[in-house]
Nanobody, 113 residues
């Protein structure tokens, strides 16, 4: 079973940037689809971005062009670079392996207007 730990969240002004990290342990993630999801207060958890083992990336329309997902299999880490942040990006961000088979504890991102 893989364990996931997110970091890098915080408070940022609109237009700013943050980089989230997800450190995996317990097993290799090199052959695993990894994703970043987010859940805003009162809303359902939604996928923001995902990356396959081969490096194919997909994004939700709401973050396309602003967020970039990447992975470093040697460091068993997945990143989410978030630029041009908006108040509506405020949420708890979760890292996931294998389309939800494993989750991290989440990291809070708050974007002030």
């Amino acid at each position: 079973q893989v364990q996931l730990v997110e970091s890098g969240g915080g408070l940022v002004q609109a237009g700013g940037s943050l980089r989230l990290s997800c450190l995996a342990s317990g097993r290799s993630i090199s052959n695993t689809v990894m994703g970043w999801y987010r859940q805003a207060p009162g809303k359902q958890r939604e996928v923001g971005a995902s990356i396959t083992s081969g490096g194919f990336r997909s994004y939700a329309d709401s973050v396309k062009g602003r967020f970039t997902i990447s992975r470093d299999n040697a460091k068993t880490t997945v990143y989410l670079q978030m630029n041009s942040l908006k108040p509506e990006d405020t949420a708890v961000y979760y890292c996931s392996a294998d389309y939800g088979s494993a989750w991290g504890q989440g990291t809070q991102v708050t974007v002030s207007s």
